[in-house]
């Protein structure tokens, strides 16, 4: 595809969601005439529940502008040097990791062995003090001089009046985050860009802040500079853990969507209608889960859940066993929502065996009873339909085969509609099913991804062949698609199987996706 | 399914008036039914509405449902939520960091009277602190937990212990100093004595348990309902008055709709 149009494009999706003129001849070319946002297979039929469900670019947004405005530091020659003492601080970390004291965790590892240095990405977080905060392998203790270094180098480039972003050496990124009072630093040897490193370490941050919220943050870190944040975050460094695995296997994470239950319309409506009618004064938003798929969501009328904010509730709540032995209720703060303040969850299966997960979200911290009412009358009322058989028929099959599409050649795809925040897809064909394959397949699409996000020449449509598989992928105002083929396949069968997929997945919308959101 | 149960408890309570609702609560467990609570409330107010009250108590059988506030408190990783897993279901499972507070109920009865323990099973790290007197406020029983292989978990017991004396209302609360994973005698950095010294310096009962193996676990429970009972049950406005409010308050609502909807269907 020509640069110019893309570019126009670009322009274009972030300024309006109503189908423009411009827009509409642009695309007329497209094998799909016609589908912009808001009209595309899977798209909301009232209002999303998305705040924002644009696509990622709101997530690094930030700090892009930020570093447009200071200036870009990516000296290779001159940071190599330091990048070796960051990676090969051997003689230091040896000396400190006999201090590691007993209690510290059982993912304890050597940190000058060669097996700790060759992770593929190391997460580390760090206070403005340079007190180790998080490390994704390994004891922070361990590795609080290499985390000096790291402060010192956000410093130095700090002290010129400018940001640190990166450094690149030898098949190893270091992306740097400085979201104060945290400095995030990400070491990388996948192929995944600057941008896509930054994105997840944003995440790590929202994560953090979900914990404590931001004022909290800055409040502990204002009175005592040197201050060590693990004390809080003790016993939750596993979401941390978790998310970051979630980050390498989660299409969501990748798409900034969130993906649903196949559940046909009308059990759905019964669903939501009675979550509806469960509600109560300071009740914001009811979410059902079936593990990590949405069932279905009802709001407060004009609020909204961010995406990110509802994937750190689907993490906390995957992480965690102790929602199953009785009902939780627990102090969160949705930072998307508001960094300041928490909400007050309470969390619980509607059945101890079963996958449905209620989380009622509240502003009153001594709401707990009237939560749990919420969710009596919620489970009374759904009980006494038929819908909840069906519903719980729908849990036995939770996904279903490509080969459903009729496409032969087709092993995989995902599939985003951008106005609804929700994508689809598929369960990994047989080829996929081992672990390694699975994060094989989401790394190529985390590179096609890359590729149709790219900061300075994003692309639209993207043909790659390997010997293991094509990939295709294709974004247009109104959704976002990724496609996987067998290697057998050519590029003419690959944009024809395009149309065939985007017309079962309009016949299917309705099971798929949830097209009319409720509020209380 | 809410006639039904009806039927079932109107046989069960014109048959065995005295044990029926007993009985009853049973099986509405069992039917794992969601609103076995307001009915059983629904059901005793009609058929005997003095019945609910300790005073007037005809009767003098186990009818009454007491509802008793207990809550766990004590560090991280001292093995409060394996202690309340093993008070409701009787099993040990490795468990992950509570978050926030799990909250279940578990029925003990004794000899004239069924208790409804409330468990509060608390998050022992720092950062959930801030919100841990909504649990222990109005709790009739504390339990006080530490890990006998951890010296750390000991002394934070005391805080807590210090924390919740200034909070005491006497008579209100009953306090236990639980020393747990006896099971971990090898590497006891506490001893018993410690804990027993410590226990009666501060009027608290004492017990060293073991929720992996369960040893003391069930006497624990069945010894906390007693002394609950006797002390803060016995007083004026103890349990009784206690019970009747925040449940009216609690099912109010949903008495009057759970009545309708019985009816009609």
């Known amino acids: 595809m020509d640069g110019e149009a893309q570019n126009e494009s670009v322009a274009c999706e972030k300024a309006t969601l109503a189908p423009v003129d411009r827009l509409r001849s642009n695309r007329a070319e497209s094998p799909t005439p016609g589908l912009v946002e808001g009209t595309e297979p899977g798209a909301v039929q009232k209002s999303a529940f998305f705040a924002h469900a644009q696509s990622f670019e709101d997530l690094t947004a930030e700090a892009e502008e930020k570093a447009e405005q200071e200036g870009v530091v990516e000296d290779s020659g001159q940071t190599e040097d330091e ?13 400190h990791a006999q201090d590691v004291s007993p209690q510290s965790r059982s993912k304890e590892e050597d940190m000058s062995s060669e097996a700790w240095r060759s992770h593929r990405k190391h997460v580390f977080v760090l206070s403005e003090a340079g007190k180790p905060i998080y490390t994704r392998y390994g004891s922070e203790e361990a590795l609080s001089s290499t985390m000096g270094v790291m402060m010192a180098l956000v410093s130095f480039v700090e002290s010129d009046k400018n940001t640190i972003r990166s450094i690149h050496a030898d098949g190893c990124k270091v992306i740097f985050l400085a979201k104060s009072p945290l400095v995030l630093v990400g070491v990388s040897q996948t192929y995944q860009s600057d941008k896509e490193l930054l994105r997840e370490l944003q995440y790590i941050y929202y994560q953090i802040v979900s914990l404590l919220t931001l004022t909290q943050l800055n409040h502990i870190f204002q009175n005592k500079q040197n201050y060590d944040l693990r004390r809080l975050l003790a016993g939750s460094e596993y979401l941390t853990d978790n998310l970051l695995h979630r980050l390498d296997r989660d299409p969501g994470l990748l798409l900034s969507a969130v993906t649903c239950l196949p559940l046909s319309n009308s059990v759905r ?69 508001n960094t300041a303040g928490f909400f007050h969850a309470h969390i619980s299966y509607l059945e101890s065996a079963s996958d449905l997960c209620l989380i009622l979200v509240s502003t009153d911290r001594e709401d707990f009873f009237n939560m749990s009412d919420c969710k009596q009358r919620f489970l009374e009322r759904l009980t006494k339909r038929t819908a909840y058989q069906a519903l719980k ?4 099959c939770p996904s279903y085969s490509v080969e459903q599409v009729g496409i032969p ?4 795809f995902l599939y985003k509609s951008k106005s609804s925040g929700l994508y689809t897809s598929p369960e990994f064909p047989e080829l996929y099913q081992s672990d390694e394959e699975q994060e094989r397949l989401m790394g190529l699409y985390q590179d096609l991804h890359s590729h149709l996000h790219h900061p300075v020449r994003p692309l639209r449509f993207f043909y790659r062949c390997t010997n293991k598989e094509n990939l295709l992928a294709w974004v247009t105002n109104g959704f976002q698609l990724y496609l996987c083929f067998s290697p057998l396949g ?20 309705d099971r798929l996706f949830i097209l009319s959101p409720l509020t209380y | 399914m809410a006639l039904v149960h009806e039927e079932v408890a109107d046989a069960i309570c014109t048959k065995h008036a005295e044990t029926g609702l007993c009985f009853y609560f049973h099986y509405l467990e069992k039917q794992g039914c969601a609103c076995s609570v307001s009915h ?8 005997d509405p003095v019945a609910t009250q300790l005073s007037s108590d005809t009767l003098g059988r186990p009818v009454r449902t007491l509802r008793v506030k207990m809550v766990l408190l004590g560090g991280s990783g001292v093995g409060k939520s394996s202690l309340a897993l093993r008070f409701v279901r009787s099993e040990f499972r490795s468990t992950v960091p509570t978050v926030g507070c799990a909250y279940m109920t578990h029925m003990i009865h004794l000899r004239d009277v069924s208790l409804r323990f409330e468990i509060w099973d608390t998050a022992g790290q720092e950062k ?3 919100v841990t007197p909504l649990y222990y406020r109005g709790a009739h029983a504390a339990l006080l937990v530490y890990d006998i292989s951890k010296r750390e978990t000991f002394y934070r017991v005391q805080l807590w212990l210090q924390e919740l004396e200034k909070h005491y209302i006497p008579g209100s609360t009953v306090m236990w100093l639980i020393g747990n994973k006896a099971d971990l005698g090898h590497a006891r950095q506490v001893s018993e004595q410690e804990g027993h010294s410590l226990a009666a310096d501060r009027g608290l009962y004492f017990i060293e348990t073991s929720a992996l193996s369960g040893d003391h676990v069930d006497e624990l429970l069945q010894d906390v309902a007693h002394r609950v009972y006797e002390c803060v049950g016995g007083q004026q406005g103890g349990l ?18 759970l009545l309708t909807s019985c009816c009609k269907s």
């Open chain 1, 393 to 396: 028929e729908a849990l036995k």
């Open chain 2, 240 to 257: 009784s008055e206690w019970e009747e409010k925040p449940c009216e308050d609690l099912h109010h609502r949903d008495m009057s709709s």
């Open chain 2, 40 to 47: 059983l409330v629904v059901m005793n107010t009609q058929r």
């Open chain 2, 128 to 130: 959930y602190h801030s």
């Open chain 1, 409 to 412: 050649e087709l092993r995989h």
């Open chain 1, 490 to 509: 050519t590029k003419a069968m690959a944009v024809s199987a395009v149309n065939k997929l985007l017309k079962w997945i309009r016949k299917e919308e």
């Open chain 1, 83 to 95: 990048l070796q003492v960051l990676v090969g601080e051997r003689t230091i970390t040896e000396q």
């Open chain 1, 269 to 337: 409506d019964v669903v939501s209608s009675s979550l509806q009618a469960a509600k109560a004064k300071n009740l914001v938003f009811s979410i059902l889960l079936a593990g990590d798929r949405l069932v279905t969501l009802v709001r407060k009328k004009d609020q909204f859940l961010h995406h990110i904010d509802l994937h750190l509730v689907m993490n906390l709540v995957g992480s965690s066993s102790s929602f199953r032995e009785g009902e939780g209720w627990t102090p969160i703060c949705l930072p998307k929502f």
